[in-house]
Nanobody, 123 residues
Framework: QVQLVESGGGLVQAGGSLRLSCAAS????????MGWFRQAPGKEREFVAA????????DYADSVKGRFTISRDNAKNTGYLQMNSLKPEDTAVYYC????????????????WGQGTQVTVSS
């Protein structure tokens, strides 16, 4: 079992940046694949990015490639999502998730979830 807590959300103007953090506790975090998902009002939860336990492999949704960077620091049991050049369409609740298998782009592939952090991008 692993517990995840996101932080770093907030209100930012279009073109700005935010860095989300995901603090993990419980079992050894470095055994887990970590992913970020987001959910806007009235929409389904969608994949944003994911990273393997070693950090060597990453995957991104096309909508965020070149703007967002996922990373992790296993020594700190923390994952990050650096978000640059933010757009109003990035507005959503962002969730950190983890699984013990492999990078996946569907929410059903993840066992553990944080409570979410709100990101609002104004135009």
């Amino acid at each position: 079992q692993v517990q995840l807590v996101e932080s770093g959300g907030g209100l930012v103007q279009a073109g700005g940046s935010l860095r989300l953090s995901c603090a993990a506790s419980g079992r050894t975090f470095n055994n887990y694949v970590m992913g970020w998902f987001r959910q806007a009002p009235g929409k389904e939860r969608e994949f944003v990015a994911a990273i393997t336990w070693s950090g060597r492999s990453t995957d991104y949704a096309d909508s965020v490639k070149g703007r967002f960077t996922i990373s992790r620091d296993n020594a700190k049991n923390t994952g990050y999502l650096q978000m640059n050049s933010l757009k109003p369409e990035d507005t959503a609740v962002y969730y950190c998730a983890a699984n013990t298998r492999a990078i996946g782009i569907t929410p059903s592939g993840y066992n553990y979830w944080g409570q979410g952090t709100q990101v609002t991008v104004s135009s």
